[in-house]
Each structure stands twice: as structure tokens, then as C-alpha cells.
């Protein structure tokens, strides 16, 4: 399964964030009063979207509170005293002494002990966090050899206070070799929405977002003929006890590369009916160079970053794999940018088979869109999206199907609802879909709130946080254990248990609003405007 967690270095140190010797502690951020840091916090969640009444339903005393000195002084003690692995806070002593050679090596190793450097596909990434915070309490410092420490929080609280003070255009740890591809060897500066920042990003995003819901929209009853196609298929794959004994998972990876070609192409790709995929057609080799790439970068973000150093198999097979990648998509950029300025200047007709292919296109709508944007800079956020997209959806339908498998009564109470309203469907509007299917999004929602496809996600502040009673200096990369906060009983009662009904319950409402965000949350959630998630998060 793909599961995405990051760690980057480089992104902050590059954007001056990260200065670990000249690290100024603000006097002001060490004074806080307590006073002054409830007022904070309400502001903070207010601006969130809770409402007082809200605010009072999470108390802060389930938070420790700061031990006092006087009767009215809390103190907010320095970073140094964040806990974490002792064996690490040494290292923090002598790395200014380790060639670059070392650190690779120590942060490689680091690495793979925790997981904490895998953007997807990290075997089980969680059970070793959840071991740090039992040990440590919700806030771990994790220093880093490098440079840059790392804080792990898994508390609720403390998550929605991060995203709270995360600006507006926040900051995330990016893949450091999909960054590096697309600096080094495409001589992109910005790159695509996973790894631009500041104002770049910013500009990327509101240039994709409506054109992007609007191909969802489009391409509904496309996207109902795909899944149509794959419930035939993984009816004919079925054996003789009704099982489907292997490749479940490619034929889902299909279905979601087969619907994501319909928001991002405007194409059938029909990858389900393609049995060979090493074939010479571009869509055949999209897919195939899809899977590589995927598998290339995650080789390259896990374990020892060697490819920082030279070119490791995994990095040649990165760069190979992410041209073909980028070609295969420019090519595709470039006919509709071609098609577009042939009917704007009216120098005659397009071809029929280019206009029903460009016309109305999330291509099209972005080349004629208000920010302008260059076939180029298309390219690449069509890339992000496709790597991005395909993944997380495999994941999420993966595990939905995997859950409805196993908790038989759930199967049952579904199977219900869906023959009941069966007759009653109209594909093409999804608003009415999601109101007769409470019990399906119940299941999607529990489903993402056990496996979520990204269960970290990252932060970067550009401000001093006071988390629990530590005061956590900006340019900290803040890794929040989003998964871990859904898997822990104080959050959910039976929380490893699938459940759908504790969405439907009235008391749902109770459950704090960040122990399970799938999406993320804020300026830089996710655009989550697939057919599986659009209104869910
Ligand atoms: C069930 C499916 C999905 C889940 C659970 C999911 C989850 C997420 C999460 C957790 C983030 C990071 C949010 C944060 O940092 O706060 C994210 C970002 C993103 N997602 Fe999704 N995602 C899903 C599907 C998709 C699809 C289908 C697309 C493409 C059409 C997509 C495009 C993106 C993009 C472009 C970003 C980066 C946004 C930015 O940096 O501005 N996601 N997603």
C-alpha cells in the first residue's frame, strides 16, 4: 500500500528556515502567559472554524498543563527540553563535526529505524511512531544529525494548533528527489503543487482548482462507466469459491489510473481491458512509467539518500522514469496548447479528433484560465496530480473494499442501502448520491480514519509554537501523526474497530475535529476533487 511520509531538509534550509546554531529564541515566545496562550489558542481555533461551544467540548486540561512557578507564570520551557531519544540529543552535540558523508549515512540509518523518511509506501511507519509517544508523551523531539530536528505530535489539539498558525502559504516537507529531479535535471525552479512554495504554489493552486472540479463534474458519467467496467472484471476474475486469489491491487490501481485519465486527459484510457502493458502506445507507456516512477521515488526518499551523493540505480531509474513521464505529458500539453491557439487566431479548423479530445479539458481550461499558465508549468502539476491521485485512491478503495470484506455486518447493512436506492440513481449528480448513501460514506469516511493513504502529515512554521508547555522554534519541520491520533482510544471509542456507525450517531459531533483528517486541512489540504472523496473530509 502507499503510504506517504516526508522529511526534507533541504526545502528549508533553502528557504532560510532552518538555522540550527543560529537559531534565535524569541524572548517574547519563551514569556508567554498562560493568559495570553488560552486567548491564543481560541483565536487560533476560531479561526479554524470551531465555534466557543466547540472549544469547550476539548478542554485544555486535557492538555498538561504547564507546571507554574509563581501563581501566575506558566512556564514555557526551552526546546531542548522537548523529550525524545536520548541516544540522539548526543548526536546533536558533534554534528557540526560529521562530513557530508556521514550525515548520509546517520540520516539514512535514522531513516529506516523510524520510517520517517518515506513519502509512500513505508511498511509500518505508524507502530514506531505510536512506540515514541508512548514512551516520550504527545510531543517528540527527534533530533536530526543535519541540521533540522524533527517534533512528532499526535494529539488533536496540538495538530489544529500547528495548522492554525501555518500562514497562508504554508510550508511542507517535499520529496527531496522528485525536488531535486525537477531543479537538477529539468531545470524547473518552482516545480508542481507537491513541491512549489510561497507564492508560486499559491498561484498554481487557485489556477487548478475550479477547472479541476469542473472535469470531476464532466466526467461523471464517464467515471460511472469505468467502475461499471471494473466490477464486470473483477466479476469475471472471480474463482470457483467466488475469490479473487491475486493482482486485486493492480486491477484497482487500473481502475483509479482509468479515472484519473477521464479528469486529467478528458481520455478513456481503458487500462482495465489492456492486459499488456509494456506495449508502444503512450497510454500503455504512461501507466507503466507511472508504476516506476512511483516505485523509484520511493526507493530513493527511504533508507540511505546515496542518489543525494551519486547516481544510485533507484536515482537513474527516477530520472528515466520521470522523462518519460514529463514527455508523455508535455506532448499531450503541448497538442491541446497547439489546438487552442489555431482556433483563437481562427486559422481554420482544428481536427475533430483533437477538438472532442481539448475541448473543455482541464488542460484547455488552464491554458485559457485568467492566471495563464505555460504548457510547461501544466506539465508538471498534471504529474503531481497523477502521482498523487492514482495512489491515494488505490490506497483508500483498496482498504474500503478490504474493510467491507472483513466486517461482514457493515457489508450487509451496505449491500441494503445500495439495493434500496439502486433504482432511484442518477450518476450525474453526486450531491443527491452522497444524500442517499449516509451508510456508503460512513464506510469511506471510517475506512480513511483507519488506513489514511498519507497517515503523516508535515508543517513548517513561520513562527515560534508553544506545544504543550515546549516552545518549538520556527522553521521546525512538525510531523503530525494524523493516523495514530485516529487509532488512539481517547479519540475513538474501539478505535482500531471498524465502525461506520459512530459517523451517523448524533454524538459524532463529539469526536475532536482533527483526530481524523484524511485531507489534511487548511490552504494546502488536499484538492481531493476525486469521484471517491469530494465530499467527504
Ligand atoms: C482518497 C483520496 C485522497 C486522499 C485521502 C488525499 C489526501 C491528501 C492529503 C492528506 C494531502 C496533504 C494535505 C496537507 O498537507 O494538509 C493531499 C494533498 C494533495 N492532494 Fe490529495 N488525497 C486524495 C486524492 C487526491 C486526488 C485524486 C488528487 C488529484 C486530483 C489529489 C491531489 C492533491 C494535491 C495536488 C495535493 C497537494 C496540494 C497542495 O500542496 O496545495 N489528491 N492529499
Not at 461551544?53 to 506558566?74: G, W, Y
Not at 497538442?335 to 488542460?363: I, R, T
Not at 515560534?464 to 491520533?485: C, E, F, H, K, W
Request: charged letters at 20%; one cysteine or more; glycine letters at 4%.
Amino acid at each position: 500500500m502507499y503510504r506517504n511520509q516526508v522529511r526534507s531538509f533541504l526545502p528549508y534550509r533553502r528557504l532560510g528556515l532552518i538555522n540550527i546554531q543560529n537559531r534565535c529564541y524569541e524572548k517574547a515566545d519563551f514569556k508567554t502567559s498562560k493568559s495570553q496562550e488560552m486567548d491564543n489558542t481560541k483565536a487560533s481555533m476560531s479561526s479554524v472554524g470551531l465555534s466557543p461551544k466547540q472549544i469547550e467540548m476539548f478542554p485544555t486540561a486535557k492538555v498538561h498543563v504547564p507546571i507554574m512557578l509563581t501563581n501566575r507564570e506558566p512556564i514555557v520551557l526551552p526546546f531542548d527540553e522537548v523529550p525524545g531519544p536520548k541516544s540522539l540529543k548526543y548526536i546533536s552535540n558533534i554534528r557540526q563535526y560529521l562530513s557530508e558523508i556521514g550525515t548520509q549515512i546517520t540520516v539514512g540509518v535514522l531513516t529506516m529505524m523510524l520510517n520517517v523518511g518515506t513519502y509512500m509506501n513505508a511498511k509500518k511507519p505508524l507502530k514506531n511512531l505510536s512506540v515514541l509517544f508512548d514512551e516520550y508523551g504527545p510531543v517528540v523531539r527527534f533530533v536530526s544529525p543535519v541540521g533540522g530536528d524533527i517534533v512528532l505530535i499526535n494529539h488533536p489539539e496540538h495538530i489544529q494548533k500547528v495548522y492554525s498558525m501555518e500562514g497562508s502559504f504554508p510550508v511542507r516537507s517535499a520529496l527531496d528527489s522528485l525536488e531535486k529531479y525537477r531543479s537538477e535535471h529539468r531545470n524547473q525552479i518552482y516545480g508542481g503543487l507537491l513541491t512549489a512554495y510561497g507564492e508560486e504554489w499559491h498561484r498554481q493552486r487557485e489556477t487548478v482548482v475550479a477547472p479541476l472540479h469542473d472535469s470531476v463534474n464532466k466526467h461523471i458519467s464517464g467515471i460511472n462507466e469505468v467502475c461499471e467496467n471494473f466490477t464486470q472484471k473483477i466479476n469475471n476474475l472471480r474463482n470457483h469459491q467466488d475469490e479473487i486469489t491475486n493482482n486485486l491491487y493492480k486491477e484497482i490501481y487500473k481502475w483509479s489510473f482509468d479515472c484519473m485519465g477521464l479528469i486529467l486527459f478528458s481520455k478513456k484510457f481503458t487500462m482495465l481491458n489492456t492486459e499488456v502493458v509494456y506495449s508502444q502506445c503512450d497510454m500503455s507507456w504512461l501507466y507503466h512509467s507511472l508504476e516506476k516512477a512511483t516505485d523509484a521515488i520511493i526507493e530513493c526518499e527511504s533508507g540511505m539518500q546515496f542518489w543525494k551523493l551519486f547516481a544510485t540505480p533507484a536515482w537513474s531509474s527516477l530520472v528515466k522514469y520521470c522523462d518519460s513521464l514529463d514527455n508523455l505529458i508535455g506532448k499531450y500539453v503541448l497538442e491541446a496548447e497547439q489546438a487552442v491557439s489555431v482556433q483563437q487566431k481562427n486559422m481554420g479548423p482544428v481536427s475533430d479528433e483533437l477538438f472532442s479530445v481539448h475541448n473543455n479539458s482541464l488542460v484547455n481550461a488552464m491554458l485559457l484560465g485568467e492566471n495563464k499558465m505555460s504548457a510547461e508549468d501544466i506539465a508538471t502539476i498534471i504529474m503531481d496530480m497523477l502521482l498523487i491521485g492514482v495512489n491515494t485512491i488505490t490506497s483508500s478503495m483498496s482498504f474500503l473494499l478490504y474493510h467491507i470484506a472483513k466486517y461482514q455486518r457493515a457489508q450487509k447493512l451496505l449491500f441494503n442501502e445500495i439495493n434500496k436506492v439502486s433504482g432511484d440513481i442518477d450518476v450525474n449528480n453526486i450531491s443527491k448520491i452522497v444524500e442517499q448513501t449516509p451508510y456508503l460514506q460512513a464506510c469511506i469516511k471510517e475506512s480513511l480514519r483507519l488506513v489514511p493513504p498519507i497517515p503523516v502529515l508535515t508543517r513548517v512554521l513561520p513562527k515560534n509554537i508553544t506545544i504543550d508547555r515546549y516552545n518549538i522554534p520556527r522553521g521546525t519541520l512538525i510531523v503530525m501523526s494524523t493516523q495514530d491520533a485516529s487509532l488512539k482510544e481517547g479519540n475513538f471509542d474501539d478505535a482500531s474497530v471498524f465502525y461506520p456507525e459512530r459517523w451517523l450517531k448524533d454524538d459524532a459531533k463529539e469526536y475532536h475535529a482533527f483526530a481524523s483528517i484524511p485531507f489534511g486541512f487548511g490552504a494546502r489540504k488536499c484538492l481531493r476533487q476525486c469521484s471517491l472523496c469530494l465530499h467527504l473530509g
